[in-house]
């Protein structure tokens, strides 16, 4: 058990390829401080009740709309994968994901709790802007090198103690190791993909203002709303005061790519 422990803390240390493409805008307490007083005057967001006609027709536009913007946006980038196919999903939890090959799943919980359309084309640009950044490979990656460490450290501590490790330890480590890296996006890539999100919304000719709302309820929201994008995505005033840098470069520099980290 003590041996586990270690390996855990040792792996979290080590285990991260995960750092952003492109270099983003620093945050100063003075924007985090706006951010968080926006916030708690904020409603929290309650989910509306929408047909499924509804829903599939909202998500169909807001990926039309984002579509074609980001895949050229992509194309420039040229480090990730280009090409999506999205998935509805029926949960009603405020969340979305970005996995496997262009695999974008979309939960029927972002239309209900999105006030406008903007507020959705977010959200899909976001889950394009991990892959188009090329996220989940580099996560794959930083999987394989916990596999790795996690196989190495039985092995050293075997060693150590004058015996050598059993099948079953190594087996368990390297899933040990591999669980590390597989936790989640870094927040780095987190912000990243809000970065691209408002990049590839700006591109496309769509309001930054009025999607930007979102971030906000969902930071008001936090801990009150069935939602697991909260998990997922941390949220919060940190992320609004991201975004709203990031629109800021983006419309100085009439919407370039930031230059790479
Ligand atoms: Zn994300």
């Known amino acids: 058990m003590q ?38 005057m904020a409603v929290p967001p309650l989910p509306r009740s929408v047909s499924d006609d509804e829903v599939v027709r909202t998500l169909r536009t807001s990926i039309q709309l984002v579509r074609a913007p980001a895949a050229r946006l992509c194309h420039e980038m040229d480090v990730g994968v280009c090409e999506w196919n999205f998935r509805l999903s029926r949960s009603r939890e405020m969340n979305a994901g970005a ?4 695999q974008i799943t ?34 794959t990656r930083s999987r394989m090198i916990g596999v ?21 330890v190594m087996r368990s480590a390297a899933q040990l190791g591999g669980h590390i890296g597989d936790l989640s996006f870094s927040k780095e890539q987190e912000r990243e993909a809000d970065y691209m999100a408002a990049l590839i919304l700006y ?53 370039r790519l930031p230059r790479r980290a």
Request: with cysteine; proline share 3%; net charge negative.
């Open 106 to 139: 979309l939960n029927r919980g972002i239309v209900e709790y999105a006030a406008n359309e903007e507020e959705v084309c977010m959200v899909v640009a976001h889950e394009i802007g991990h892959h188009a950044a090329n996220h989940i490979a580099r996560g």
């Open 3 to 40: 041996r586990r422990s270690f390996m855990a803390l040792a792996g979290s240390g080590l285990v991260c390829g995960c750092g952003a493409v492109h270099r983003l805008p620093e945050l100063s307490g003075g924007n985090i401080a706006a951010a968080q007083a926006e916030v708690r």
């Open 203 to 255: 591109r496309a000719g769509i309001d930054l203002d009025k999607a930007r709302g979102l971030l906000v309820t969902m930071a008001a929201g936090s801990g009150r709303m069935a939602t697991s994008f909260l998990d997922t995505h941390p949220a919060g005033p940190e992320r609004v005061a991201g975004w709203d840098r990031a629109v800021a470069e983006i419309r100085a520099s009439n919407g």
């Open 148 to 168: 790795l460490i996690g196989v190495t450290l039985v092995g050293v501590a075997g060693a150590l103690a004058g015996a050598s490790p059993d099948a079953d």
């Open 99 to 102: 996995t496997g090959y262009g």
